[in-house]
């Protein structure tokens, strides 16, 4: 099997929240205009791991979530340019204990290249496996197995 890649996705909560994700269960991640955020959907994998943000008012990091379906043409888009456009499905895995605000971040020295720091605007972002695990930790969740 693949090694799993690590994902963050950012999101209003007024628009659509980690809640919102729990209560529905399994949710189609589209609606992104942004070419090089619709690049790292498409390179998302079944499995892959997803850490989901709340943006803009609450700038904290909720939980953790895994890629159910790969990239497909996003059906949000118009038909003309569907296959312009990518969405994924995407799962709750857990909820971490304590959402990881965006002001603890800046201070951790592992995070300093995080792409949430340096391209504050992207809403799809990679994250190398020791950005994930520390982010996971912050939020005092642990992964096992991953």
Not at 59 to 75: E, L, Q, S, T, W
């Amino acid at each position: 099997m693949a090694s799993s890649a690590y994902w963050l996705v950012k999101q209003e909560p007024e628009e659509f929240s980690w809640a919102d994700l729990e209560r529905e269960g399994r949710v189609v991640w589209d609606g992104v205009r942004n070419y090089q955020a619709r690049n790292n959907l498409r390179a998302m994998q079944v499995g892959d791991w997803v850490l989901f943000y709340h943006s803009v008012t609450e700038k904290r990091i909720m939980g953790c979530c895994r890629v159910a379906r790969a990239a497909f043409p996003d059906p949000t888009a118009p038909e003309a340019e569907r296959d312009r456009w990518s969405a994924v499905e995407l799962v709750p895995e857990a909820a971490f204990p304590q959402p990881v605000p965006l002001a603890r971040i800046k201070t951790e020295p592992a995070l300093a290249e995080l792409p949430l720091l340096r391209q504050s605007r992207l809403s799809v972002m990679p994250l190398s496996q020791l950005e994930f695990k520390t982010l996971c930790h912050l939020g005092g969740w642990e992964l096992t197995g991953g």
